[in-house]
């Protein structure tokens, strides 16, 4: 197992467009692995591929708060949503900045498990926030793109201001 590197934004992979996983083999099954680590690490609820600089559809997540509940969803595509809800929202990737964003409250997901087997499964609450908020980053999209440019802009610019005093002590 390994804790990997995660990116942060403004850093330009994390715009990049994840690819489909072609197949679940022993290579995606310790990506997960180390996803699940460095996810629980941080703490994080969730953790798309995208953050630690890998390209593939790919996502975990846990909201239960004690490590009992991890989902592994590969290739995730939502085949249905209904309801609205707005919640906080904090990412790794944009350390310390929390902004309400409004989610499906409630989704339907097909995806590969970690056995590529294809299953569906339901979510609702910070559960199916935080499945959309990992299949956004799949797709290059960070939280921060619902605020207003100028919210964005302030927190790209303290976040860049914090990266270059921690290169100055470093
Ligand atoms: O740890 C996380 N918390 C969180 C809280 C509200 C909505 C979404 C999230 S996901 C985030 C981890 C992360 O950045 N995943 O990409
Ligand atoms: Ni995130």
């Known amino acids: ?33 180390d996803l699940f680590e460095t996810m629980y690490a941080a703490p994080g609820i969730g953790l798309a591929a995208t953050q630690v600089d890998v390209h593939e559809r790919l996502l975990v997540a846990d909201v239960s708060g004690d490590q009992t509940e991890p989902h592994a969803l590969i290739n995730p595509v939502i085949v249905e949503k209904d309801g609205v ?22 989704i339907r997901v097909r995806h590969l498990n970690r056995d590529g087997e294809e299953v569906e499964m339901e979510a609702e609450g910070l559960l199916a926030v935080c499945i959309q908020h990992e299949m956004d980053h799949l797709d290059g999209k960070l939280f921060v793109d619902y605020l207003s440019e100028a919210k964005r802009g302030r927190i790209r610019k303290r976040l860049e201001k914090e990266r270059r005093q921690q290169a100055q002590v470093a």
């Open 1 to 33: 197992m390994a804790k990997l590197k995660i990116l942060e934004f403004p850093d330009p992979r994390l715009r990049t467009r994840a690819t489909p996983v072609a197949e679940v083999d022993a290579r995606i099954r310790t990506l997960i692995d």
């Open 85 to 106: 809800t707005v919640t906080d929202e904090g990412c790794l990737s944009v350390p310390g900045y929390f902004e309400p964003v409004e989610r499906a409250g409630h």
